[in-house]
């Protein structure tokens, strides 16, 4: 009975976790427009946060520089409040850090990054939901994952026990995503910048 049990959750978490996925991109482009959240996926099944606090800032994890890459000038966003039942909200109930980084030359054009510090069980329970959906990205130099969804690239990335998600319009493959997640991880994980995840 304890084994079915455990199935059943981690069968569970598997499919909030994979509604969470196909619901982000939209719920990101309905944030811009002010949209209002009538249809919250229940995914805060915990009372109290899993999570350890990252201390480290936006600027600490992601320094505006690094997005030069992207051609164009970007500045974090001191107000975001991520959509509930995203991702980034997930991170945020967990005592994450989330950030949002705007274009200064088109503020529709941002990359949202949020890192959270997680117990194995949990980081193992998001692995295996990721892993089913597919989408594996073996040049994050950690376990990573890449999906796009209307328009929307989502990089998830396992610098343990930190669970980094990054998405933006300007991630249209997994190589997209890439400065971002080298930036966050040599942050969180600098070991794993020199070698590759066993």
């Given at each position: ?74 500045e974090l966003v ?10 980034a909200a997930r991170?945020?109930?967990q005592r994450g ?102």
């Amino acid at each position: 009975m304890q084994h079915h049990v455990r199935m059943t959750t981690r069968s569970s978490a598997r499919a909030i976790t994979l509604a969470v996925l196909t619901a982000s991109a939209s719920l990101a482009l309905v944030a811009c427009s002010g949209g209002s959240d009538t249809t919250t996926p229940s995914a805060s099944a915990s009372a109290a946060p899993i999570g350890k606090r990252v201390t480290q800032t936006c600027a600490d994890l992601l320094p505006v520089e690094a997005l030069s890459v992207y051609g164009k000038s970007f500045e974090l966003v001191p107000s975001f409040e991520p959509e509930k039942g995203t991702p980034a909200a997930r991170i945020a109930e967990q005592r994450g850090r989330v950030c949002r980084f705007a274009a200064t030359d088109d503020a529709s054009t941002t990359i949202t990054l949020a890192v959270a510090d997680l117990p194995e069980k949990s980081l193992t329970n998001l692995k295996d939901a990721l892993y089913d959906r597919g989408g594996s990205v073996p040049t994050y130099r950690v376990e990573g994952y890449f999906s796009l969804t209307d328009g929307v690239g989502r990089a998830d990335a396992f610098a343990d026990p930190y669970w980094i998600t990054a998405s933006s319009t300007l991630f249209t493959e997994p190589g997209g995503a890439q400065p971002v997640i080298d930036a966050v991880r040599a942050v969180v994980q600098p070991s794993a910048s020199a070698t590759p995840a066993a």
